[in-house]
């Protein structure tokens, strides 16, 4: 889902740069306004194909190192983007978690909906799934030498979900034992798969009036893709499918 770029890139970034400073009364805090302008302009653009400099122009900063003084790479930016927004969503997690009635096992419908709707939330004012977008452009990312997530699969290897994020190991671990058949790298696969499909639909239900003359839904409906992924996870076994995740 690589983005064709304009070919004015100031263009772009003077329009977002209007857009964020108006609806930021008395402008937050520098980090906070470089990881939402980096959210929004990596996900619409694509991470490879937005430099740390027109983050900092569209963000407002009048130092053109801005951005590598806060978080030192590109690479240091995306991993701030990810570590904010994961931290955030865990309190409407812990939240829904904490509603289901102890006495009975949510179902796996319960808990992707619960996965998945706060990181729909992340709206901003034109209504675009702006953390969604992101996710799906770094999850698209050429996986080479300097993809972000290198560092986060080391880390996620050798310690599994960060201790700080126990909502989110909680929701993997309840959906693994609703899946007990499969092997772990199945599993990992099915959910990477159907976190793509996702991901995948919500940008598209932003983009469909950006290139059709269709009329924007209000909201993004989620049960057609609880449908979908329900029935993926719960797909036969095949000899194929058992093969181990590269």
Excluded at 38 to 60: C, K, Y
Excluded at 76 to 101: H, P, Q, T, Y
Aim: charged share 25%; aromatic share 6%; with cysteine.
């Amino acid at each position: 889902m690589s983005a064709v770029l304009p070919r004015n890139p100031g263009r772009r970034t003077s329009r977002l740069s209007a857009a964020i400073q108006a609806r930021v009364p008395g402008r937050p805090p520098t980090k906070d306004l470089l990881i939402e302008t980096g959210e929004q302009l990596f996900g619409r653009f694509g991470i490879n194909s937005v430099s740390l400099r027109e983050i900092g122009v569209a963000a407002g900063q009048t130092n053109p190192n801005a951005v590598q003084y806060h978080f030192k790479d590109k690479r240091g930016l995306v991993i701030a983007i990810i570590n904010d927004r994961m931290r955030r969503l865990e309190k409407a997690r812990r939240e829904r978690l904490a509603s289901f009635d102890q006495g009975n096992r949510p179902s796996a419908r319960e808990l992707l909906r619960v996965l998945w709707e706060p990181m729909a939330s992340v709206r901003n004012d034109s209504g675009d799934h702006t953390f969604c977008r992101f996710l799906l452009q770094y999850m698209l990312q050429p996986q080479g030498p300097e993809h972000p997530s290198l560092d986060l699969r080391a880390h996620y290897r050798s310690r599994g979900i960060p201790p700080d994020l126990p909502e989110l190991a909680q929701l993997h671990r309840l959906l693994r034992r609703q899946y007990k058949i499969l092997s772990t790298s199945t599993f990992v696969l099915r959910m990477t798969a159907v976190g793509m499909v996702f991901l995948t639909m919500i940008v598209e239900h932003d983009n469909a009036p950006r290139v059709a003359s269709a009329k924007k839904e209000r909201e993004f409906d989620l049960e057609p893709i609880l449908d979908l992924s329900i029935a993926a996870l719960a797909a036969p076994v095949t000899k194929r499918s058992k093969r181990p995740v590269s």
